[in-house]
Antibody, heavy 121, light 108 residues
Framework: EEQLAESGGGLVQPGRSLRLSCAAS????????MHWVRQAPGKGLEWVSG????????GYADSVKGRFTISRDNAKNSLYLQMNSLRAEDTALYYC??????????????WGQGTMVNVSS | QSVLTQPPSASGTPGQRVTISCSGS????????VYWYQQLPGTAPKLLIY???QRPSGVPDRFSGSKSGTSASLAISGLRSEDEAEYYC?????????FGTGTKVTVL
């Protein structure tokens, strides 16, 4: 079964850092672009970042540009999100999602269950 | 901040047809595909429609998508109780993926 499992969330103080991970299984991870999408409590979906299968193409939402870094390790079937200078408004459930394409600008067909990040003092 | 506008709610009785609109601009819907995602309460989103009018395998043909100009629509025919969920449209806007504001569908 094709699955994604996020980890690394938790409670963190404003200004601190956190690294999220997403483990893929049941498919050839290196064939697909991957993304992070977040959802603040009671709010809608917000795309955070995405990268192509070979990491050549990377994009960020304006709200996280310069603070967050997306990366992947195809040998480990894993996607990462390094989050620095965290703010209260970054509090959300963070999902990783698979793109149906290798080139990162298509539909998201597989989603994890999410990992919660709570930024608070 | 969402740049795709959806009505906050829609409703219908079982068996009815419900349509959800999604309004964008020339930089997103007007020049790119539209996607629709369904989010049941407490669960991760699920892909419902991709490339404006394509259904992934396993999605019932009760769900259909269309696009015209800078707007798009999702139609649910033969409404069922399990369709009660939040629905989001989405599109690429240059190198950013933008989601709609979301529409809560209630089955009366």
């Amino acid at each position: 079964e094709e699955q994604l499992a996020e980890s690394g969330g938790g409670l963190v103080q404003p200004g601190r850092s956190l690294r999220l991970s997403c483990a893929a299984s049941g498919f050839t991870f290196g064939d697909y672009a991957m993304h992070w999408v977040r959802q603040a409590p009671g709010k809608g979906l917000e795309w955070v970042s995405g990268l192509s299968w070979n990491s050549d193409n990377i994009g960020y939402a304006d709200s996280v540009k310069g603070r967050f870094t997306i990366s992947r390790d195809n040998a480990k079937n894993s996607l990462y999100l390094q989050m620095n200078s965290l703010r209260a408004e970054d509090t959300a459930l963070y999902y990783c999602a698979r793109d149906i394409s290798g080139w990162w600008k298509d539909a998201f067909d597989i989603w994890g269950q999410g990992t919660m990040v709570n930024v608070s003092s | 901040q969402s740049v795709l506008t959806q009505p906050p709610s829609a409703s219908g009785t079982p068996g009815q047809r419900v349509t959800i609109s999604c309004s964008g601009s020339s930089s997103n819907i007007g020049s790119n595909y539209v996607y629709w995602y369904q989010q049941l309460p407490g669960t991760a989103p699920k892909l419902l429609i991709y490339r404006s009018d394509q259904r992934p395998s396993g999605v019932p043909d009760r769900f259909s998508g269309s696009k015209s100009g800078t707007s798009a629509s999702l139609a649910i025919s033969g409404l069922r109780s399990e369709d009660e969920a939040e629905y989001y449209c989405a599109a690429w806007d240059d190198s950013l993926k933008v989601f709609g504001t979301g529409t809560k569908v209630t089955v009366l």
